[in-house]
């Protein structure tokens, strides 16, 4: 019998409001950067926050992490509400759940050696017993991710882009974590250096029994690497399913023109649906009803006036749409695309891409690739 799942970290009623400053002449804007999100992250399972920018992803995902406080709502990490930790449960969780940020460049500081940038976290939980100790964890990690140990008494400057980001990730690896929480830890990367750490990532996740959350942009890495995949539009997650649900079968509006906005590698293939249209509105003014009307080309008047729930439409598959059981039921007209040929071809050729890179230059490429590998 399999194990029943359990989630590692649950988000309820989750909504973040920031305020802007206030002139003479204006009050302070309110912008609500997460509204209301419940959602449950699975032990072992990889999670995709996708969204345009300004979608709460980044919001959300500190929220979970506690690096920014709620404005209402409660987060539970292994099934206790995090109001009841104490400072010695909080140090623990601090440990337990790790980040990668995006930009490597600016995420590491220039006048640390590779050593004490990784080996902080050591220090800081006390996972090492003196100096000696660090320098052998240090040189263990740097090896981990694919870089020289020989490397820890360099600074940042002197070390690629894809190389920062592998400090970054042995950094984040240093406490042992359980979870750790990439937002958009490629984006900031050449195409190919991108393949690489995706590569990596997926190595370290099998190796440690991680689960991860992956802020990105890019659907293509999503694909390869999620389990499932929440869709954020102005702070509300509207769609929730398995990556191969959103893929092949996208029932929101929102998300079907996201998949059909990704970047086409084949000429010549016809885009069946919509691409977005215009920007997403403020959120510091955000529409009434279904945030996404005013770019949807299916809203109706109830679409204007109310707001659709998150609802569950089957197993393990929820959407925020009014209308996703009529659209799905034109699903055979030409309104929604069929599973996607296009991006059938493009994982193929991203695959390619991510195979022929690792050469034997690369210090991942004695890591075994998954990308192949995944359903
Ligand atoms: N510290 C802050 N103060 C005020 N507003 C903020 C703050 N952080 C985020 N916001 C606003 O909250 C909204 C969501 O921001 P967030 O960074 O979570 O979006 P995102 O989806 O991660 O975007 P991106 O893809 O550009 O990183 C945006 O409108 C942003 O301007
Ligand atoms: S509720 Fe209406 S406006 Fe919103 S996504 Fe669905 S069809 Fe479009
Ligand atoms: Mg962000």
């Known amino acids: 019998m399999s194990p029943v ?23 302070p804007k309110i912008v609500q950067a997460v509204d ?10 990889t999670l995709a926050i996708v969204g345009e920018s300004g979608s709460g992803k980044s919001t959300l ?42 930009d490597p460049f600016a995420s590491l500081n220039p006048r640390m050696t590779v050593e004490e940038i990784v080996g902080e976290p050591l220090w800081l939980h006390n996972i090492v017993s003196g100096k000696a100790d660090r320098q052998a964890r240090v040189r263990e990690l740097l090896t981990t991710v694919g870089l020289p140990a020989a490397f820890s008494n360099r600074y940042p ?28 830890p490629v984006s900031a990367l050449d ?79 016809k885009r069946p649906v919509p691409l977005l249209q215009g920007d997403m509105p403020n959120p510091s003014s955000m529409p009434s009803g279904c945030r996404f009307h005013t770019r949807c080309a299916y809203a109706t008047d109830e679409c204007r006036q109310v707001e659709p729930p998150l609802e569950t439409v089957s197993v393990n598959r929820m959407v925020a749409c009014h209308r996703w059981s009529e659209l799905q039921r034109d699903r055979t007209s030409a309104l929604v695309p069929p599973p996607s040929a296009a991006f059938i071809l493009r994982r193929a050729l991203f695959e390619q891409a991510s195979q022929s890179r690792l ?12 990308l192949g590998t995944r359903p």
């Open 5 to 27: 799942p359990r989630p590692i970290l649950e988000a309820a009623g989750l909504s973040k409001i920031f305020k802007g400053p206030a002139s003479v002449f204006s009050k």
């Open 61 to 102: 995902g500190r929220l979970l992490l506690q690096l920014l406080s709620a404005s209402e709502g409660d987060v539970f990490y292994e099934g206790r509400n995090l109001r009841q930790f104490s400072t010695e449960q909080m140090k623990n969780l601090r440990r337990d759940l790790q980040i990668i940020f995006q």
């Open 359 to 370: 050469s034997s230059s690369d210090p991942t490429s004695t890591l075994t690739s998954t």
């Open 191 to 269: 195409v190919s250096v991108q393949a690489q750490v995706v590569n990596l990532l997926e190595n370290l996740k099998q190796q440690f029994g991680l689960t991860m959350i992956v802020v990105a942009h890019g659907l293509a890495v999503i694909r390869h690497m999620s389990d499932r995949v929440a869709v954020m539009y102005l702070g509300q997650i509207v769609e929730l399913a398995s990556t191969d649900d959103i893929f092949d079968q996208p029932l929101h509006p929102y998300t079907q023109a996201l998949i059909a906005s990704a970047p086409l590698l084949t000429p010549g293939v």
């Open 157 to 184: 400057h002197e070390f690629s882009g894809g190389q920062r980001q592998r400090i970054g990730i042995a950094r984040a690896l240093a406490s042992s974590p359980k979870l750790l929480l990439g937002d958009e």
């Open 36 to 45: 209301r999100v419940s959602l449950r992250v699975w032990h072992g399972e």
